[in-house]
Every structure is written in structure tokens, then in C-alpha cells.
């Protein structure tokens, strides 16, 4: 049985930093596209991030580029995004998400999702 | 980027009445060499992550039911709920990822006239 569960939300200080971590049950995330999307509050969806399966390429969202990095490691099944330079406008619930083999760019599967709280 | 605009941005129909939801990109997402549209569809319920309905503009997530339909190419799309239930009450997204910069639709909420 797939599942995504994220970890590493909380408050954090405009100008902090944090890192969301997504531990992955039941595929092996290496085998797919890996995405974070992210939810402000009563807002819609943002993608901000994936990684490719190659694990070569990586592409950011205009809003987050220079900021956030996307990361994985294998032998733990888990993909990461480690977030710098916090504003208040990351406030957000972060969704850790896979997309299908079939239709790279679909996702298939969700986390729960992390908030993020960016105030001082 | 592409921008995904949907329309209305909230509607309300009545049980076992049509809902229709109209998804238009500033550019087309139609990839000629395989002749697919990149779009997905997507349906949120408060307090859940978002739930794939389809992808490739029609085809049909598994388990989803057959009320949910999607149609259209290139820039303007569709997705349509046949017969309105109660369980249908949510938030729904269009999403592209004809490019590697993935944009989503800003949302239409459904409701129960």
C-alpha cells in the first residue's frame, strides 16, 4: 500500500530555514517523479518542486527557485525540500506527492501535508 | 509559464443535476507527437489532500465513477460531474504538465443548491 507521510513542519522566523522531510511505504520513490505541492491557507494548490526519477533533473517553481532544494535519498525512500530564506507567503500546508508512471506529471498520490508557519 | 484559468470559480447545482467546469491554458497543452492533452483533474475535500479523477484530459483514475468526465484539447477543457451527489461537494483542479514548470487552476468549488 502507497503512502507519504511528512514530517518537519512548524513555525519558523522570516529569513529561517527548515526541512520537510517524506518517508515512502509501499513503491520505491527512486522508480518515480517525486513533487512537493503546496497549499496556503483557504488558497489553492502551488507546485513548487520535483525530481525526476533519473534523479538529474529538477525543476523549481518560479516563487521558490534559489530557495528551496529538492532532495531524495535512496536507501531511506525519502525525498526532502529544504527551505531557506522563509517569507510570510511560504505559509503553507506542504503536500509531499508521486506522480504516475504512465502520465509523468499526474499525481496519483498525496501526503497528508505539513504546515508551515512563517511569522515572528 | 502556463497560466490555467477555470471558471466559475464556484457554482451550485442541485442533486442528480449536470455540473460542468471549464479549464482554459494560455497555451496549448496538445502534444502533437502523441496527440495528448497534458491535463489533469483533480477533486479536494476540506481538510484532505487532493484526489487524482483523471489525466490525459478523459481517462478515467481507477475507482473514480463514471459521473466524472473530462473532454477538450489543446487550450480549453472540460470536466463534467453527470449527476451531481452529495459526496461530490469539493474543491475542483485543472493542472497541466505539458511543461516542466506544472501550474494548476486556481479552483472551483462546488455546492449542493
Known amino acids: 500500500q502507497v503512502q507519504l507521510v511528512e514530517s518537519g513542519g512548524g513555525l519558523v522566523k522570516p529569513g529561517g530555514s527548515l526541512r520537510l522531510s517524506c518517508a515512502a511505504s509501499?513503491?520505491?520513490?527512486?522508480?518515480?517523479?517525486m513533487s512537493w505541492v503546496r497549499q496556503a491557507p483557504g488558497k489553492g494548490l502551488e507546485w513548487i518542486s520535483y525530481?525526476?526519477?533519473?534523479?538529474?533533473?529538477?525543476f523549481y517553481a518560479d516563487s521558490v527557485k534559489g530557495r528551496f532544494t529538492i532532495s531524495r535519498d535512496s536507501a531511506k525512500n525519502s525525498l526532502y525540500l529544504q527551505m531557506n530564506s522563509l517569507r510570510g507567503e511560504d505559509t503553507a500546508v506542504y503536500y509531499c506527492a508521486r506522480t504516475m508512471l504512465r502520465a509523468p506529471g499526474t499525481i496519483d498520490y498525496w501526503g497528508q501535508g505539513t504546515l508551515v508557519t512563517v511569522s515572528s | 509559464d502556463i497560466v490555467m484559468t477555470q471558471s466559475p470559480d464556484s457554482l451550485a447545482v442541485s442533486l442528480g443535476e449536470r455540473a460542468t467546469i471549464n479549464c482554459k491554458s494560455s497555451q496549448s497543452v496538445l502534444y502533437s507527437s502523441n496527440n495528448r492533452n497534458y491535463l489533469a483533474w483533480y477533486q479536494q475535500k476540506p481538510g484532505q489532500p487532493p484526489k487524482l479523477l483523471l489525466y490525459w484530459a478523459s481517462t478515467r483514475e481507477s475507482g473514480v465513477p463514471d459521473r466524472f468526465s473530462g473532454s477538450g484539447s489543446g487550450t480549453d477543457f472540460t470536466l463534467t460531474i453527470s449527476s451531481l451527489q452529495a459526496d461530490d461537494v469539493a474543491v475542483y483542479y485543472c493542472?497541466?504538465?505539458?511543461?516542466?514548470?506544472?501550474?494548476f487552476g486556481q479552483g472551483t468549488k462546488v455546492e449542493i443548491k
Open positions: 493542472q497541466q504538465y505539458y511543461t516542466t514548470l506544472w501550474t
Open positions: 525530481i525526476r526519477s533519473s534523479g538529474d533533473d529538477i
Open positions: 509501499g513503491f520505491t520513490l527512486s522508480d518515480y517523479y
